[in-house]
């Protein structure tokens, strides 16, 4: 892959500049028109000279990420972009409305080696990792194309931002720049099924981004029927992980819990969950599972949701149930991308 300005710092693209023979404020212009005036293009940067901005075109053309279908829920506000970029891979991002403003649930990676097995985006494995760049440009486009400002980012899309360390960092900082969106850390989630390198990395940080910890069991054995990545990472090293980042940062760990019919949903479990979590500032947010087709999994009832709920409130681990959003338009990860896909194949 080419290097592309959106995967540049300021500082960096000012180096770009004076390595193509410009001077170092040159970068810095269009870092501004790319991370602050979202232009998606050289004829957009007005000041800079038209001999300039064509010899860039040709030296260093900006490909901008495409939205090849764009699904809006009648349900709510949620919107599910498909984008398809340079390659031709394609990635999905989802605009969602809460009261606190717009959020951008991003993608991290095309596709997924983590072989979750309730999780559409891993169907297909890993494709390639994104770039820095290609994860800001889904908060971009959608900025543009909806004419808002998103205050909020999750990195829930299809991927495993852990696995994609540097690139899932840089796209925080970035995003993060007073000079360009300038959105705060604390408006940021990274939700990762706990590689523990990249955890340990994570605290090191010491950034306040929102750590979420896709769990879903309450022990090893449930685990490893659910999540492939319980065979390498034992439950309490994952835990005593959690820990030293609560340690070090003081802040809360949200624990992502996926309700599975049968499988994780019983009271017992959730005492089991309870007793684990005691004692780690931590909040579970429960989800029913979305189903997958492919995958012959289903979330419960909604009463045994509630039941679940009850025995965390008595056992005193804070709780909340996800609000479902976009249920409608596949909200859940990979689903209309593998959707599109299989229609692709399908027309040949
Ligand atoms: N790889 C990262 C982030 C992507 S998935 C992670 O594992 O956290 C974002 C969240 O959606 C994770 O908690 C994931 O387990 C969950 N998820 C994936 N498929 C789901 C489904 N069908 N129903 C409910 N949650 C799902």
Known sequence: MPVSWFDLTEAQSADKARELGLPAFRGRQIWHWLHKSLASQYDEMTNLPLSLRERLQKEMPIFSIRPVQVQRSVLDDTVKYLFELEDGSLIESVLMHYHHGYTVCVSSQVGCRMGCRFCASTLGGLERDLSAGEMLQQVYVIEREEKIQVSHIVVMGCGEPFDNYDEVMRFLSILHAPEGQNMSFRNMTVSTCGLL????????????????????????????????????????????????????????????????????????????????????????????????????????????????????????????????????????????????????????
């Open 197 to 348: 390198d990249g955890l340990k990395r994570f605290t090191e940080e010491d950034i306040p981004v929102t750590l979420a910890i896709s769990l879903h069991a309450p022990n090893d054995d449930i685990r490893k029927q659910l999540m492939p990545i319980a065979n390498r990472v034992a439950m309490d090293d994952l835990l005593e992980a959690c820990r030293a980042y609560t340690r070090k940062s003081g802040r809360r760990v949200t624990f992502e819990y996926a309700l599975v019919k049968g499988v994780n949903d019983s009271e017992e479990n959730a005492r089991e969950l309870a007793r684990r979590l005691k004692g780690l500032l931590c909040h579970v947010n429960l989800i029913p599972v979305n189903p997958v087709a492919e995958r012959g999994l289903a979330g419960p009832e909604r009463s045994q949701v509630q039941r679940f709920e009850k025995v965390l409130n008595e056992e005193q681990i804070p709780v909340t149930i996800r609000r479902e959003l976009g249920r409608d338009i596949d909200g859940a990860c990979g689903q209309l991308r593998r959707r599109h896909r299989t229609e692709m194949e399908a027309i040949g």
